[in-house]
T-cell receptor, first 111, second 112 residues
Framework: GQQLNQSPQSMFIQEGEDVSMNCTSS?????WLWYKQEPGEGPVLLIA?????ELTSNGRLTAQFGITRKDSFLNISASIPSDVGIYFC???????????FGAGTRLFVKA | DARVTQTPRHKVTEMGQEVTMRCQPI?????VFWYRQTMMQGLELLAY????????DSGMPKDRFSAEMPDATLATLKIQPSEPRDSAVYFC??????????FGPGTRLTVL
């Protein structure tokens, strides 16, 4: 079945550092989504991407829709302790609501 | 502040018992999703509805799971009989379009 490969699996960083994570797929997606999940809560949408090559920012977060439509990247600049959580990428195809999620990147930020 | 609500938040039951989880989507949202999250499998889509009609439940074990929307304000996910391998966090999400899904806080199910 469809799979999204998300990396890295986890990251331990110092406050103030920049963070990069990515997601790749063997299939083309028409929408890429990035979510953040905190303990005891459901995932919250951070950024949605709709076009190949699109670069979108949300505060200190920037995400890009890869040119091949098979990958996406999320960057967090100047990390702070509240950035701690699990970040998920997710992909959707045109004409359907089915969303495929990556396994997540666990981010730990040391103050 | 519109939110998806789910009840119960936690459920501990014994193998073989029936479990019913409830979800109230955000008012006006016409798409409802059920997901299951485990450490091993991550987030898996079980089923989704649009305008209360089931569109896809291929991710759901048919023999024991059932999902319904009795009305626009209530979605249910039922497991009968429950098994230990069903232990997971079950999320409901609702949306007004195809991409933006708002997740509820989840129901943490433990089957002993």
């Amino acid at each position: 079945g469809q799979q999204l490969n998300q990396s890295p699996q986890s990251m331990f960083i110092q406050e103030g550092e920049d963070v990069s994570m990515n997601c790749t797929s063997s299939s083309i997606f028409n929408t890429w989504l990035w979510y953040k999940q905190e303990p005891g809560e459901g995932p919250v949408l951070l950024i949605a991407l709709y076009k190949a090559g699109e670069l979108t920012s949300n505060g200190r977060l920037t995400a890009q829709f890869g040119i091949t439509r098979k990958d996406s990247f999320l960057n967090i600049s100047a990390s702070i302790p509240s950035d701690v959580g699990i970040y998920f990428c997710a992909g959707q195809r045109t004409g359907g609501f089915k969303t495929i999620f990556g396994a997540g990147t666990r981010l730990f930020v040391k103050a | 502040d519109a939110r998806v609500t789910q009840t119960p938040r936690h459920k501990v039951t014994e193998m073989g018992q029936e479990v019913t989880m409830r979800c109230q989507p955000i008012l006006g949202h016409n798409t409802v999703f059920w997901y299951r999250q485990t450490m091993m499998q991550g987030l898996e889509l079980l089923a989704y509805f649009r305008n209360r009609a089931p569109l896809d439940d291929s991710g759901m074990p048919k023999d024991r799971f059932s999902a319904e929307m009795p009305d626009a304000t209530l979605a249910t996910l039922k497991i009968q009989p429950s098994e230990p391998r069903d232990s997971a966090v079950y999320f409901c999400a609702s949306g007004g379009g195809t991409d933006t899904q708002y997740f509820g806080p989840g129901t943490r199910l433990t089957v002993l």
